[in-house]
């Protein structure tokens, strides 16, 4: 069975990004954009709370007080874009167990959630979602069901675009592709912007991912060369 997690956000966008990350990982998420919403369902239960501290009604704080006032044991993360010091010192107080400063990377949101359930409640991500879909290149073990990239115990964190983009070198290894091919098949049809786009995410993903040789073809696109 799925872990319940309730995450409260008034930034619409933000909201649903986090939900499609959290989701994507195996959780079934509820969300709330304002905290007397969420504070309706603290009778729930959920196995893990991830508040935004500011929202347009009552702050954070608030929410996490009736959390624990509920069971103290319910497991909090805190979200916030104002002080960071204080702020984490408020929420450490109140009983949170991680803090996140805005802006983040989704993925270290999932890593944090994760690390958090497994010692709550024991729980190991990957021993309940086995990642069948992971292949070994490299020296690097990478998932595109869970979008992840890890050599050794180690993860390697990328953006979206950057595992994207990686994911479709790894399909195309030893193929030339153009620079027209990764734009349409990475960033869609409709995009518009400038085709240097692909030259800044192959920059930054070389400096990541350095065990593998993306080479450039001048003039025409890039090549992933891969000996097995």
């Known amino acids: 069975m799925s872990m319940k997690i309730y995450l409260v956000e008034d930034q619409i966008s933000l909201n649903l990004l986090l939900e499609k990350y959290l989701q994507r990982e195996g959780y ?12 309706e369902r603290i009778d729930d239960m959920p196995d893990l709370w991830i508040l935004d501290i500011m929202l347009p009604d009552i702050d954070g704080y608030e929410i996490i007080k009736a959390v624990k006032a509920h069971n103290k044991n ?30 983040f990377l989704p993925r270290e ?3 944090r959630t994760n ?3 497994e010692r709550v409640y024991g729980v190991n991500k990957n021993d309940v979602n086995q990642i069948d879909d992971s292949l070994n290149m490299g020296g690097y073990r990478i998932s595109k069901k869970q979008r992840t990239v890890f050599i050794g115990d180690v993860e390697v964190i990328l953006t979206k675009k950057e595992f994207e983009l990686l994911y479709y ?11 027209e091919q990764i734009l349409d098949t990475v960033w869609g049809d409709d ?5 240097r786009v692909v030259d800044d995410v192959i920059r930054r993903l070389r400096k990541k991912i350095d065990k593998f040789t993306i080479e450039t073809v001048y003039g025409y696109g890039y ?3 891969y000996k097995s």
């Open 28 to 39: 079934e998420v509820t969300t709330f954009s304002t905290g007397n919403s969420a504070i």
């Open 74 to 103: 319910t497991p909090v993360i805190f979200m916030s874009a104002r002080n960071e010091e204080l702020d984490r010192v408020v929420g450490l107080e109140l009983g949170s167990d991680d803090y996140l400063s805005k802006p």
């Open 109 to 111: 949101l999932i890593i």
């Open 115 to 117: 690390k958090i359930l």
């Open 169 to 179: 070198f790894i399909e195309n290894k030893n193929n030339l592709v153009s620079r």
């Open 191 to 195: 995009y518009f912007g400038s085709d």
């Open 223 to 225: 090549k992933l060369v």
